[in-house]
Structure formats: structure tokens, C-alpha cells
């Protein structure tokens, strides 16, 4: 079975530096998803990210990059200019392309804070 | 314009009741899912379903049945409520087993008493 993990339960970085988020996994499968999800204290899961193992290119979205290791199976997501709106808990996913049964396989989630 | 929704946010609750959430997508999506949410924030998946399959995670008790009345709404019965099964819950979507992207719901905080 597919697992997740995420070494850092909290992490702290000042407003508008860059902090990195680990995540690693661990699957047998060569075609998968992976994610990163923010929860802010309002509860709602929100899509951050999401990178296809089958490409090589880091996936971005505006602040938000990855770094995807496809051999090492690690899954880092790169924050740059930190906003005090970031402050949330953020937790990496796998999926089985294949889909099915498992749904989102998640990580215990890193806690952000953001200093002023 | 809610993608996914779920009714109630909030649901307090004795020992030994029956209760419902209610989720519903206006995505189109044909494929919905049931989330757990413990209080150490770990997120684990109950249900998978679509109109053709509903796939259980082998962990859930069988006390908590998923049903379905149309492909936009899919409810989460839980009978004979436990202090342990307070937690948040959260609804999913998506468009098809094998697309990657899910949508989740607000969540329901639910809390036996």
C-alpha cells in the first residue's frame, strides 16, 4: 500500500521569504498524481498544486513550485514571498492514476505559520 | 456557486443516534467520495462511489453507509453514533475513477457527546 509523509509537524517562516515543505511516499506504481493541499482554519481543503509523475517538469503555480524527484519519491513544495493568507495546515496526496478504491492517499500535514 | 456542498457545517449529537450528512456537486462530476478528518488532522478515505461501484474502505464500520439518490448528491448515514466518530467530515468529487483531481466540500464537524 501507498504511504505519505510529511517530517515536518510545524514549520515558521517570516513574511515574504520562501519556505519548503517536504514530502515523501512511498508506491509501487510508475503513473500516479500527486497534490498539495491547503487547509486554512476555515476548514475548506483547496487545491495548491498538482504534478503528474509521468512529467519531468516541476509543476507551478504562481508562489507555489514543486520539486518533484521521481527516483528519491519526494515531493517539495516551495513557497516564495511567504503572505500572512498562507498560514494554513498543508497536507501532500498521492493518487493511483488507475483511481478506484484509494482515493487521496494523505500525509499527516505541515503546520505553516507565518511570522509578520 | 458552491462546487461541492454539505449540510449541516456544524452537528452535535448523543451516543446511540442516527444521523445524516447531506453533500451535494454541481460539477457534473459522476464520481463522489467520504472523507474522515481525526483530531490530529489525519485524512483518511471511507468511501469511493459512483453510479456503477461504491468501494469501501475495509477500516469503516458498518455502521456508516454511503447513499446515493442521484449522481450530483451522495449522504452519509451513520447509525449508532460513537464517541469516536467525532471528527470532521469532508465530501469529494471528481469527474471519473481515474481523474486526479478531487474537489472537496466545506466539511461537517460532527461531535458525539
Known amino acids: 500500500a501507498q504511504t505519505v509523509t510529511q517530517s515536518q509537524p510545524e514549520m515558521s517562516v517570516q513574511e515574504a521569504e520562501t519556505v519548503t515543505l517536504s514530502c515523501t511516499y512511498d508506491?509501487?506504481?510508475?503513473?500516479?498524481?500527486l497534490f498539495w493541499y491547503k487547509q486554512p482554519p476555515s476548514r475548506q481543503m483547496i487545491l495548491v498544486i498538482r504534478?503528474?509523475?509521468?512529467?519531468?517538469q516541476n509543476a507551478t503555480e504562481n508562489r507555489f513550485s514543486v520539486n518533484f524527484q521521481k527516483a528519491a519519491k519526494s515531493f517539495s513544495l516551495k513557497i516564495s514571498d511567504s503572505q500572512l493568507g498562507d498560514a494554513a495546515m498543508y497536507f501532500c496526496?498521492?493518487?493511483?492514476?488507475?483511481?478506484?478504491?484509494?482515493?487521496?492517499?494523505f500525509g499527516k500535514g505541515t503546520h505553516l505559520i507565518i511570522q509578520p | 456557486d458552491t462546487a461541492v456542498s454539505q449540510t449541516p457545517k456544524y452537528l452535535v449529537t448523543q451516543m446511540g443516534n442516527d444521523k445524516s450528512i447531506k453533500c451535494e456537486q454541481n460539477?457534473?462530476?459522476?464520481?463522489m467520495y467520504w472523507y474522515k478528518q481525526d483530531s490530529k488532522k489525519f485524512l483518511k478515505i471511507m468511501f469511493s462511489?459512483?453510479?456503477?461501484?461504491?468501494?469501501i474502505n475495509e477500516t469503516v464500520p458498518n455502521r456508516f453507509s454511503p447513499k446515493s439518490p442521484d449522481k450530483a448528491h451522495l449522504n452519509l448515514h451513520i447509525n449508532s453514533l460513537e464517541l469516536g466518530d467525532s471528527a470532521v467530515y469532508f465530501c469529494?468529487?471528481?469527474?471519473?475513477?481515474?481523474?486526479?483531481?478531487?474537489?472537496f466540500g466545506p466539511g461537517t464537524r460532527l461531535t458525539v457527546l
Open positions: 469529494a468529487s471528481s469527474q471519473g475513477w481515474t481523474t486526479d483531481t478531487q474537489y
Open positions: 508506491t509501487s506504481e510508475s503513473d500516479y498524481y
Open positions: 504534478q503528474e509523475a509521468y512529467k519531468q
Open positions: 496526496a498521492y493518487r493511483y492514476s488507475g483511481g478506484g478504491a484509494d482515493g487521496l492517499t
Open positions: 460539477l457534473g462530476h459522476d464520481t
Open positions: 462511489y459512483n453510479n456503477k461501484e461504491l468501494i
